[in-house]
DNA sequence: TACAGTATGTCAGAATACTTACATGGGTCA
DNA sequence: TGACCCATGTAAGTATTCTGACATACTGTA
């Protein structure tokens, strides 16, 4: 991995390759343009399979919840609900009973395309994750998750 | 292929946590709200950052190589590169003089905006990975890789 | 009870990134 | 040379997501 770079300045290890935060931000384009790929046909972004999908570990759950749950707004999630809404693939109240919390539920028809969804979703990180042996796919995600706890917890401020 | 998954759903390891997508997703969440964050004093957003730091290992590369390197549209990387030259990071000949490339080149200004922003990146990178150890991080790195080239492989369509 | 603090749903506007489209330059091959 | 194909830069319009703001509802505390 040698590539001193001579000239100018840091003859580091930063073939870019190396940096896990390129890596990541690589992957995760990747990955983005396979699931949209794979999705279109059923008419789905990505975000929408990721709503239909927490919506099913989690039935009944608030518009606040499910957004912590994408990594998105409460403000993006709610336009991404009523386009799934409109479409017939989720339900709410129209008013809440209790609180301000619209419990939100997959219909039928949620549930059918989702189903479809998970199994081309599945294809596609099957063969993402096809190169690591099931050891080293767990070390990964758990190094991941270290990562993540480090980056998020309040340190000292 | 299998999925019997029994009556209602999938009793499998998916706890969610050790789905190495989701991660992934979070984990880049976290890295871009934090790089935002320690970038806002500098007037820079993420992908600016991106953009100088590129310019810095390719000096005189095109907006369409430097779309290619930060997974953004040529057109983005075009609004984001006027961004930086009103703000004289950079400069690019107004008209080419060979084909239509417009090579690009980090200014003096930029080299300098770029060294402290460079600083405190690599802050908030470190803390990422400090759970880490080198081995484990080196081997985390190239197992992204991998899943990169499983993902992007041409395959047979 | 009254109050402060926090969480939720939603509206409006701005920022960001994408898709579609077109003109131009370089390359290959007959 | 000419025809084709591909890459580049750019423009216009659309889609997506965010920030700021507000009203409302729950929670804990005095």
Known sequence: MGQ???????????????????????LQSALRSKMDETLRPLELTTPQYNCLEQLRRRPGASNSELAR????????????????????????????????????????????????????????SARMVSPLDDETQAMVTEALGLCIAALEEPENR
């Open 69 to 124: 749950g994408a990594f998105v707004t409460r403000q993006t999630m709610n336009t991404l609900l009523r386009g799934l809404q409109e479409r017939g693939l989720i339900e709410r109240p129209a008013t809440a009973e209790s609180g301000r919390i619209l419990p939100t539920l997959l219909t039928s028809a949620g549930v059918e395309v989702l189903d479809q969804a998970i199994s081309r979703v599945e294809a596609v």
């Open 4 to 26: 001193e770079k001579g000239a100018d300045d840091f003859a580091r290890e930063d073939s870019l390759e190396s940096l896990l935060g390129y890596q990541l931000k690589h």
